[in-house]
């Protein structure tokens, strides 16, 4: 549903009190930027990826970055 279609009247609006403690959220900085890149991968490949990354716990990007520097560094 497009914001355009959403009523938001019933929401009050922020006191400056709330805005000077609001703090950005997202991804926290490592000081290693990252380049986003778009790559076409097989769905039953990203899939078990998807899988393998839930079982150890992380995000199933972390791991494939994980796979590639590893890979990258036998081969080098």
């Given at each position: 549903?497009p914001?355009?279609?959403?009523?938001?009247?019933?929401?009050p609006?922020?006191?400056?009190?709330e805005?000077?403690?609001a703090?950005?959220?997202?991804?926290?900085k490592t000081?290693?930027?990252?380049?986003?890149?778009?790559?076409?991968?097989?769905?039953?490949l990203?899939?078990?990826?998807?899988?393998?990354?839930?079982k150890r716990g992380?995000p199933?990007?972390?791991f494939?970055?994980?796979l590639?520097d590893?890979?990258?560094?036998?081969?080098a």
């Amino acid at each position: 549903m497009p914001d355009s279609q959403i009523d938001f009247s019933d929401l009050p609006e922020s006191t400056e009190e709330e805005l000077r403690r609001a703090r950005r959220v997202g991804r926290p900085k490592t000081g290693r930027t990252k380049q986003l890149i778009a790559i076409r991968l097989d769905p039953g490949l990203l899939a078990k990826l998807r899988r393998l990354a839930r079982k150890r716990g992380k995000p199933y990007q972390t791991f494939i970055h994980e796979l590639l520097d590893k890979a990258t560094t036998r081969v080098a």
